[in-house]
């Protein structure tokens, strides 16, 4: 196993090597430089995309039962150095120690269910018009991957995307975010260990990930594109995977909506969108960005929300006590500093918060009145902050849920059945959470419609991404039997 010291310079290409150029890692919760880590480029691109084809030719030879193998070895590996990572991903992006544990488990969630899954590619036989034929359509890897994943979870979108490549037989060159190398490096260095061949699952980290990004994306031995990050870059990685023609999966931003109805129990409701909100510190593509109160509700739902807020412990990530650590850098603390403002300006009220706590801490912040055309009602605020907003009736509640380019997940909290599933199926959105402020799960559908991205992660959906069908007609000599 390594360990942070040992990182210096490093990076994995079929082989640990010292690269030519490295950057400062640093603490957001304490600045201080944590580890030095390769700085890779265009060249590594290209060298890791020739490692990744060569392995490709024997990993997708082996058999399901075999990868399932290896996966289930790196998914008790996982649980074995579960503290290590927990420890490293809090130290590298901030994330409370608790909250990174929970992470471990999920991460690891992703990597057992997909060996289970590996063994379930199943394929097709099917009738021809021709008696003589007989027709097949094989599930095989579509090959070289290339994944971008996100810092805010440094494990979870590592394995929700190398897990159902690496069990469908493809290998994966993994590009991890400049904030959170260390996670990934570790997660890699495990799968060897538990017996991952070299050069199936290569991080490559890097401080400027437009060169090694475009190497990868131009080279047509890779063969498809899974990224998790903001709409603007996905939209531009999705042009340029255009010229090589890639299957292409892209979990992008969201702007989640939170809709309490005027039925709802408020203790219970507050319990849900809290947990919705300040996961992570408000840093997921998932959190409740706006909330939406039924008119009748909304003074008791913010006093009690408020009041919950107020009791998030705000500190050191490594201290158990923890619930809010620090954002993840300057941008992110500027960020949300620019939506609160901006949204007090245009006339909302601030209940609580509302303040830099020194550092990169960042108040949980709650605001009511917030105009529609306030920021944070429009941008990913990504931070802790929520803003909430009245509403009349529940067509009321629909538009304005509906009133975004974004469609990744939307919440609501009711206890009317009916109101319940005709209000989901009205939401225009790829994941709802009815009653159930964090719906995420390994074995569930993950991905938005509209601007929110392409294709879905989890369950047999996130292996049908790394899957091809290929079509094979058989025709039978007739005087055979
Ligand atoms: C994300 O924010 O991108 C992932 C959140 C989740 O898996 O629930």
């Known amino acids: 196993m390594i360990t942070i010291d040992a990182l210096d310079a490093r990076y994995l290409s079929g082989e640990w090597r010292r690269a030519e150029r490295s950057y400062a890692l640093r603490s957001p919760a304490t600045g201080e430089e944590l580890a030095r880590v390769a700085d890779l480029g265009a060249d590594a691109g290209r060298e890791a995309a020739a490692v990744a084809w060569e392995a490709f030719l024997a990993w997708r030879r082996t058999t399901a039962f075999e990868r399932a193998a290896v996966l289930e070895r790196w998914q008790a590996l996982m649980h074995e150095h579960a503290e290590e990572l927990a420890t490293t991903m809090a130290r590298e992006m901030g994330k409370p120690l608790r909250e990174s544990r929970g992470e471990v488990a999920y991460a690891a969630g992703f990597v057992g269910w997909y060996a289970e899954e590996a063994k379930r590619v199943y394929g097709d036989a099917f009738p021809s018009q021709a008696g003589h034929k007989r027709l097949l359509a094989l599930k095989q890897p579509v090959g070289p991957a290339f994944a971008i994943t996100p810092w805010n979870f440094p494990l979870a979108m590592v394995t929700r995307k190398a897990a159902p490549a690496l069990a469908a037989g493809c290998t994966m060159v993994l ?265 995420s799960a390994p074995y569930a559908p993950f991905g938005g419609v509209k601007q929110s991205g392409v294709g879905r992660e989890g369950g047999p959906w996130g292996i049908e991404e790394y899957l091809e069908t290929k079509f094979v007609s058989v025709g039978l000599r007739r005087e055979a039997l």
């Open 175 to 439: 590009k991890p975010a400049e904030q959170s190398p260390l996670s990934a490096l570790l997660l890699a260095d495990l799968w060897l260990d538990a017996g991952g061949p070299a050069g199936t699952l290569q991080v490559l980290p890097t401080a400027d990930p437009v060169p090694l990004a475009d190497a990868l994306i131009a080279d047509p031995r890779v063969r498809k594109l899974s990224f998790t990050g903001s709409t603007e870059v996905g939209r531009q990685l999705y042009a340029k995977s255009a010229a090589t023609v890639k299957r292409i999966s892209l979990e992008l931003g969201g702007h989640a909506p939170f809709l309490v109805f005027e039925d709802a129990d408020v203790e219970e409701a507050v319990a849900q969108v809290m947990a919705s909100k300040f996961r992570n510190a408000g840093q997921t593509c998932v959190c409740a960005n706006r909330v939406y109160v039924h008119e009748s509700l909304v003074d008791a739902f913010t006093e009690a929300y408020a009041a919950a807020t107020e009791r998030l412990v705000v500190g050191d990530p490594l201290d158990e006590r923890t619930d809010i650590g620090p954002l993840v850098d300057e941008q992110a603390v500027a960020k949300v500093s620019r939506h609160v403002t901006d949204a007090l300006e245009r006339g909302a009220q601030l209940v609580t918060g509302g303040e830099r706590r020194g550092g990169l801490y960042y108040a949980p912040t709650v605001l009511k009145g917030v105009a529609p055309d306030a920021l944070m009602m429009r941008e990913e605020t990504f931070g802790p902050v929520a803003p909430i907003v009245a509403f009349r009736d529940d067509a009321e509640a629909v538009r304005l849920a509906n009133d975004t380019p974004f469609g990744l997940a939307a919440y609501l909290y009711t206890h009317d059945l009916t109101r319940a599933l005709l209000v989901a199926e009205e939401l225009e959105y790829g994941i709802v959470g009815v009653n159930d402020g964090v719906p």
